[in-house]
């Protein structure tokens, strides 16, 4: 998203919500001195710039009414005032799931409205795993932890193997570190025996 940014020459501001996502952490408040404070929205809605709202299927409901009321209407109301919106204004929203609530891996997630829906294309991002293999540096371990992903998904089993898995393991065997060890510390967190079998198994 930050390349996106970059690429429509827009300033970019991320903020990530969740349950404790209240009003005054989109919209600011006055604080008792009258002051306004700002934030990224505020300041990507009034001025142009691309907000990023991460993990957008974590958030309570009343943060998408807000999002919603922003991205329909030319104008939205702060603490403040009424504000227009910026023509350079973009919002992209970024979820773990399909906003259909919660799946057999993102447990904690939250069915999305279908009028927040409405408002966005979706796209879809999967793994790169030519980038997953640059960016952690050993072949043969990324090569290893990709194949357990594949065959994790196959048998549609409720394990998350992504490329940190790649990343954070090739560090710990550049460190000295065992290749067995490596794998109870990143492929294996909480995952049975009989799971694990059928992943690994040859």
């Not at 990023?52 to 974590?58: G, I, P």
């Not at 960016?135 to 998904?153: F, M, S």
């Amino acid at each position: 998203c930050e390349k996106v940014s970059e690429i429509l020459e827009l300033k970019f501001y991320p903020m990530s919500v969740g349950p404790q996502t209240t009003k005054s952490d989109l919209l600011g408040f006055i604080d008792a001195a009258g002051n306004y404070h700002s934030t990224p929205l505020r300041e990507a809605f009034e001025n142009g710039g691309l907000l990023l709202l991460d993990e957008v299927d974590a958030a309570n409901a009343g943060v998408l009414t807000i999002i919603n009321a922003l991205l329909a209407n030319g104008y939205c109301s702060f603490p403040d005032g009424v504000k227009r919106r910026n023509e350079k204004f973009r919002c992209i929203c970024a979820c773990n799931t399909y906003g259909r609530g919660a799946d057999r891996q993102y447990v904690g997630r939250n069915q999305l409205d279908a009028a927040t829906l409405d408002r966005f294309a979706v796209v879809d991002f999967d793994y790169d795993e030519d980038m997953e293999r640059e960016i952690a540096g050993n072949d043969a371990w990324v090569e290893k932890v990709q194949k357990y992903r594949k065959r994790a998904n196959d048998l549609k089993m409720r394990v998350v193997i992504s490329p940190r898995a790649s990343i954070y393991g090739a560090r710990l065997l550049a460190s000295g570190m065992k290749e067995r060890q490596v794998e109870e510390l990143v492929l294996w967190k909480g995952v049975s025996a009989e799971i694990r079998s059928k992943i690994s198994a040859n």
